[in-house]
C-alpha cells in the first residue's frame, strides 16, 4: 500500500496540480455558463479517476491492497463520462453526480490514510482531503438548487484546498521515497 503511494507521488502531485487549476479557474471566471462548468469537472474527474486507477494497477503488481484506488479511479470515470456525454442534464443532476462522486471519494480517501497512518507521518493529510470531500459532497446534496455560480465557488473552493492539502501529502511523499534505502 505505502509503495503504491510513495511510488506514485509524482501522480498525486499531478491530481493536485488538476484540482488547483480547477479552484483557481473557478473562481476567476464566476460567471462561467453551466456546459463549461460541466466540461470542467468532466475533465477533472476523469484526470483523477485516471491517475486512481494508474496507482491501483501499480498496486496490483507489488501486491497491496488496490481496491479502494480501483474504486476511486472507477468512481472518477463514471461520474466524469456522464458528465461529459449528456452536458444538457442541468445544474441540479449535475449537482448529485458531484455530491456523490465527492462522497465516494471522501471514504475512500479516509480509508487509505488510515492504513498509511502505520507507516507515515503526515497521513492525516489524506485524511483531511477525505474530510473535505465528504463536506463538499454533503453540502452540495443538501443545496442542489444554490444555484450555477455559488455550484462554482463550491468545487472550486473543495479542488483548492483537495488539491493544497494533496501537493503537500505528494511532496511529503517524496521525500519520504527519497529518504528509504
Given at each position: 500500500m505505502v509503495e503504491s503511494w510513495s511510488g506514485n507521488w509524482w501522480a498525486l502531485a499531478l491530481r493536485a496540480a488538476a484540482a488547483i487549476l480547477?479552484?483557481?479557474?473557478?473562481?476567476?471566471?464566476?460567471?462561467?455558463?453551466?456546459?463549461?462548468?460541466?466540461?470542467?469537472?468532466?475533465?477533472?474527474?476523469?484526470?483523477?479517476?485516471?491517475?486512481?486507477?494508474?496507482?491501483?494497477?501499480?498496486?496490483?503488481?507489488?501486491?497491496e491492497r488496490w481496491g479502494g484506488m480501483m474504486l476511486e479511479g472507477i468512481a472518477g470515470l463514471i461520474a466524469g463520462v456522464i458528465v461529459l456525454f449528456w452536458p444538457a442534464i442541468g445544474a441540479l443532476t449535475l449537482a448529485f453526480i458531484i455530491a456523490g462522486w465527492a462522497l465516494v471519494t471522501g471514504v475512500l480517501e479516509i480509508t487509505a490514510a488510515v492504513q498509511l497512518r502505520k507507516v507515515i507521518k503526515g497521513e492525516w493529510m489524506l485524511l483531511l482531503a477525505g474530510v473535505l470531500s465528504i463536506a463538499l459532497g454533503i453540502l452540495v446534496a443538501f443545496f442542489p438548487a444554490a444555484g450555477v455560480v455559488l455550484l462554482v465557488w463550491l468545487v472550486g473552493a473543495y479542488a483548492l484546498a483537495d488539491g493544497v492539502v494533496m501537493l503537500t501529502l505528494a511532496t511529503r511523499l517524496r521525500r519520504w521515497t527519497k529518504a528509504q534505502p
Open positions: 480547477l479552484g483557481l479557474l473557478a473562481f476567476a471566471i464566476p460567471g462561467i455558463t453551466l456546459a463549461a462548468i460541466v466540461l470542467l469537472f468532466g475533465v477533472y474527474a476523469i484526470v483523477d479517476g485516471i491517475f486512481a486507477l494508474v496507482a491501483a494497477v501499480r498496486g496490483i503488481r507489488r501486491h
